[in-house]
């Protein structure tokens, strides 16, 4: 997952691999990354997850890539396997003409707007991962995420959940 400090890439992070550890009974080992600027700078949150015991918890060809800034994509696109799958925030990902990888465009700060905080857009792109990918089931996630996000904004973060499921299911293009 790429994008720019403050969107939540690191975050989202950490709730998956919780969710793959706590609910799914999985392995999760989360690698975070992040430019030398304080805020609005570069992230990456490289998360590795299996059934069975991790040895190797680099991420060198992931099946799934997800980018929400420009920068993201620029930097890290080359990474997905040739078979994976891509998530891109509708509107700040462009990919380039050679890109031909199965690709989602999730609007997912339009969303996270229009449910009046911008900063649940990470939440809504996690919503639209669980469903158009097996890394996690829902049931996982959605306990994850209620685990992980400030008391009171509860119901805020299970509806971003809910839309970014929603968007992917109708093909958010």
Same mark, same amino acid.
């Given at each position: 997952?790429?994008?720019?400090?403050?969107?939540?890439?690191?975050?989202?992070g950490?709730?998956?691999?919780?969710a793959a550890?706590?609910?799914?009974?999985?392995?999760?080992?989360?690698?975070?990354?992040y430019?030398?600027?304080?805020?609005?700078?570069?992230?990456?949150?490289?998360?590795?997850i299996?059934?069975?015991?991790?040895?190797?918890?680099?991420?060198?060809k992931?099946?799934?890539?997800?980018?929400?800034?420009?920068?993201?994509?620029d930097r890290?696109?080359?990474?997905?396997r040739?078979?994976?799958?891509?998530?891109f925030?509708?509107?700040?990902v462009h990919? =380039? !003409? @050679?890109?031909?990888? $199965?690709?989602?465009?999730?609007p997912?700060? %339009?969303?996270? *707007?229009? +449910?009046?905080?911008?900063?649940?857009?990470?939440?809504?792109?996690?919503?639209?991962?669980?469903?158009l990918?097996?890394?996690? =089931? !829902? @049931?996982?996630?959605? $306990?994850a995420?209620?685990?992980?996000?400030p %008391?009171?904004? *509860?119901? +805020?973060n299970?509806?971003a959940?809910?839309?970014?499921?929603?968007?992917a299911?109708?093909?958010?293009?």
């Amino acid at each position: 997952m790429a994008g720019f400090g403050g969107q939540g890439i690191i975050t989202a992070g950490k709730i998956l691999g919780r969710a793959a550890v706590l609910y799914d009974q999985g392995s999760a080992v989360l690698t975070e990354d992040y430019g030398p600027e304080k805020m609005g700078g570069w992230s990456k949150a490289d998360l590795v997850i299996s059934e069975k015991e991790i040895r190797y918890p680099i991420v060198d060809k992931p099946d799934v890539f997800l980018a929400m800034a420009q920068d993201g994509f620029d930097r890290f696109h080359e990474t997905l396997r040739p078979d994976g799958r891509a998530l891109f925030e509708k509107g700040l990902v462009h990919p =380039t !003409r @050679e890109w031909k990888r $199965k690709t989602s465009f999730i609007p997912a700060l %339009k969303a996270a *707007e229009e +449910l009046g905080r911008k900063v649940v857009a990470n939440i809504v792109m996690i919503g639209a991962l669980v469903e158009l990918t097996d890394v996690v =089931t !829902r @049931e996982a996630a959605q $306990k994850a995420i209620l685990d992980s996000v400030p %008391k009171g904004t *509860e119901q +805020l973060n299970e509806e971003a959940f809910r839309k970014g499921g929603e968007l992917a299911r109708g093909g958010a293009s």
